[in-house]
Each structure stands twice: as C-alpha cells, then as structure tokens.
C-alpha cells in the first residue's frame, strides 16, 4: 500500500516539477498544435498551443514506477512493462514531431500507425504469454471464472491492445479529458491489484495516475499544454499493459467504457458516411458530438468524469464479489 501511494504522489510531483520546463522548451521550439478544420471553430484558439507534453507523464510514471516497484519484479516484469509503454510513446512522439515541425497535421498515415502498434501489440502479447506471472489465463468480471485462452491468448492480446491504445488516442481533444478519464481509470485499477495482491501492477497504475493528476495543473481547460499522441498512445500502451498483466482485460470494456464509446462513436460515423452518405453524429468522435452539441469542454470532462467514476466502481466490486 506504501508503495502504490508514495509512487502516485511522486510521479504527480515529478510532472509538477517538469512541467513550466517542459512546456517553455516546447514554445521556444515552436511545437505548437495544428488544429484541423473540421468545424469546430471554437478550438481554433488552440493552434499554437505546445504538444508533446506527454513526455512528462511518460518520464514521471516511468521514474516513479521503478523507484517504488518490489525488487524481485523491477526488472523481469516492471521495465518491460515501461519499456512497451515507451515504445507507444516514441510512435506517438514521431507522429507529433511531424505534426509540429512539419506542420502536416495528420501526422504519421494510419497504415504506419497500425504497422508499429500491431509489432509492439504482438510483443506485448506474447511477453505476457510466456510469463510465467501471467500466462493465458484471463479472469471474468463478475464471476469466480478463469478462462484459458490457451494460444489464442496472443491474437486476443495483441487486438486488445491495438483497440485500447487507439481508443484512449482519441478521446485526447478536449482540454484535460484524457488525463482526467485516464487518472480515474489507473486508480482504479491500482486499488484492484492492491486487493489481488498484486504489488508490481498497483504501484505501475498508481503511478500513472498520479502523472496524470500533475499534467491535469497545466492541461485543464484552459490547456497551457497538449500531451499529445506521445502522451494519449503512451498512457493507452500503460493501461492496456497493466490490465493484462493483471488478467482482467474484459474490465477495459468496462472501466474504460468511455473509451470503448469514443471509438465506437469513431467507427459508426465511419460505417453511416460510407454506406448511408450521411453522418450519424454531428462530428466524431463523441466528445466532438457533444461539443457541437452545445457542451462546453468543462460540461463534457465532467460527464465523461462521472460515468467513469461509476463505471470504476461496478470495476471494482466485479472483483470483489
């Protein structure tokens, strides 16, 4: 329990300590956000703003995590872990960079996107299966059941962490909506490690949590700084990771409902264009939906916020009964 609370209070004040830093070395280079038009008008205001501040969240957790994991997991379980964490964030980190300094503001094309995040899914997956503290066994919310997914585990793994990782990408377009959702959703999960005993997890969610909680100083609305993809893919690689290591991937579709709703909400608006040629939500994904819909950005943090907090809590008590 020490563990898990001095690695959240250290990698919040780690971000909080970066953070001025950080974010006057990204002006001075001139690593502003390109805001596409897409119709909101409202987040033209934005442009200019410095991206890539998910290099603190990333360096914070990572820091905190290691100092705090048990000893007997830092290296077989927890820098591997961080590592693949990392390796997200070095693919969005490209993509911002050329966003920013080539100004293209879709970044990296799909097809490389998908090509670097099925390789490091595919580490991650078999990393997993040939763990002898995790294997291919997965738990069943709700249920005493434990399903072995056997070599199936690894296609399962790698599409579960292609999906999240994508997911949790794009619900970065509100001021402090990711790193809140984000924060609520690690520090749930660390307290459902605590209860399964399993320290190395605990400490690797709380720490995250806490980096997002520091980032949230400098990118609530109104955001100084945007975390950007090397943030959002980094923070998704660490969630996703942290829920399989822990054999509770299902709780992704649970506690992370709004994740599932934003890609969802994504993938609809895509379907309804291309065979219906009409859209199904006024802009995808949802949170823009929302926005146009007259939210303001605190209203839609907020509501996002709430469902989270009770879909975390129906996670927690799956757990538990």
């Known amino acids: ?25 990204l002006r001075r280079l001139n690593f502003g956000a390109t805001e596409r038009n897409y119709g909101l008008t409202t987040h033209n205001k934005k442009t200019g703003t410095p991206i890539m501040g998910g290099i603190m969240i990333l360096l914070a957790l990572c820091a905190a995590a290691l100092v705090f994991s048990p000893a007997k997991t830092r290296w077989s379980l927890m820098l591997p872990a961080l590592l693949f964490a990392l390796g997200f964030g070095a693919l969005g980190f490209l993509d911002d ?99 399964a005993g399993d320290e190395t997890v605990a400490v690797l969610c709380a720490a995250t949590a806490g980096a997002c909680l520091g980032f949230l ?31 509770q991937p299902l709780l992704i579709l649970l506690m992370g409902i709004m994740y599932v709703l934003e890609s969802l909400s994504d993938i609809l608006q895509l379907l309804s264009i ?20 007259g939210l303001s950005e605190k209203r839609v943090v907020l509501l996002f916020a709430g469902v989270t907090v009770l879909a975390c809590a129906l996670g927690i008590l799956s757990t538990t009964m």
């Open 1 to 25: 329990m020490q563990s898990m609370v001095f690695a959240l209070i250290l990698a919040f004040l780690l971000v909080l300590a970066m953070g001025p830093f950080v974010i006057e070395k």
């Open 97 to 195: 960079f050329i966003k920013a300094v080539r100004k293209r503001p879709e970044g990296l094309s799909v097809r490389q996107k998908l090509a670097v995040q099925g390789l490091l899914a595919l580490g991650i997956a078999l990393f997993c299966y040939f763990h002898p503290q995790v294997g291919s066994v997965i738990y069943v919310p709700f249920t005493d059941l434990q399903v072995d997914l056997g070599i199936w585990y690894i296609p399962f793994a790698a599409f579960a962490v292609v999906a999240t990782t994508n997911s949790v990408n794009l619900m970065d377009g509100v001021d402090g909506l990711l790193s809140t959702v984000t924060m609520l959703v690690t520090a749930a999960l660390s307290l459902i490690a605590l209860f």
């Open 217 to 247: 100083r400098f990118n609530a609305y109104p955001a100084r700084v945007f975390m950007g993809d090397t943030g959002s893919f980094g923070l998704g690689g660490a969630y996703v990771l942290a829920s399989l290591l822990l054999r």
């Open 274 to 293: 291309k065979y219906r040629h009409r859209r199904l939500f006024r802009m995808a994904p949802l949170h823009h939906h929302l926005e146009m819909s």
